[in-house]
């Protein structure tokens, strides 16, 4: 079996654990304070699930909060963002799973729309 895709990021790293023509998972860890661009995708959707910690999230102009075992989906076209909120007190990276769908098989970042990004990309 070949080895899956494993990228460190600025604001953590993912893991893909499942790659496929029709859903794509990876498992994503955000460093205290960290979070990822604010964006979009047309050709997917996506389901998180918090693993471990709080994430904050904005869907569409609004701002919220998962907690461990709670999920969100994403729908195709959604402006979507999620950062670590853990208190300074529970300086711990925030873990969720990212089920990517696509009836397209599209899953690579000529996908992602950038609407703002902390890391200049």
Same mark, same amino acid.
């Given at each position: 079996? #070949?080895?899956?895709? +494993?990228?460190?990021?600025? !604001?953590?790293?993912?893991?893909? &654990? &499942?790659? *496929? #023509?029709?859903?794509? %998972?990876?498992?994503?860890? %955000?460093?205290?304070?960290?979070? &990822?661009?604010?964006?979009? +995708?047309?050709?997917?959707? /996506? =389901? !998180? =699930?918090? %693993?471990?910690?709080?994430?904050?999230?904005?869907?569409?102009?609004?701002?919220?909060?998962? =907690? $461990?075992?709670? =999920? &969100?989906?994403?729908?195709?076209?959604?402006? +979507?963002?999620?950062?670590?909120?853990?208190?300074?007190?529970?300086?711990?990276?925030?873990?969720?799973?990212?089920?990517? +769908? *696509?009836?397209?098989?599209?899953?690579? /970042?000529?996908?992602?729309?950038?609407? $703002?990004?902390?890391?200049?990309?």
């Amino acid at each position: 079996m #070949p080895s899956l895709e +494993h990228d460190i990021r600025p !604001w953590g790293e993912y893991q893909v &654990l &499942l790659d *496929s #023509p029709f859903c794509k %998972v990876k498992i994503i860890t %955000v460093k205290p304070g960290g979070q &990822l661009s604010y964006q979009s +995708h047309e050709h997917r959707s /996506e =389901t !998180w =699930t918090i %693993v471990q910690g709080m994430a904050g999230y904005t869907l569409n102009g609004t701002d919220s909060v998962l =907690t $461990e075992q709670n =999920t &969100l989906f994403i729908p195709y076209g959604a402006k +979507h963002r999620i950062r670590n909120i853990n208190t300074a007190q529970d300086n711990r990276d925030m873990i969720f799973i990212e089920v990517q +769908h *696509s009836n397209e098989g599209i899953f690579d /970042e000529s996908d992602i729309i950038r609407y $703002e990004d902390d890391y200049g990309r």
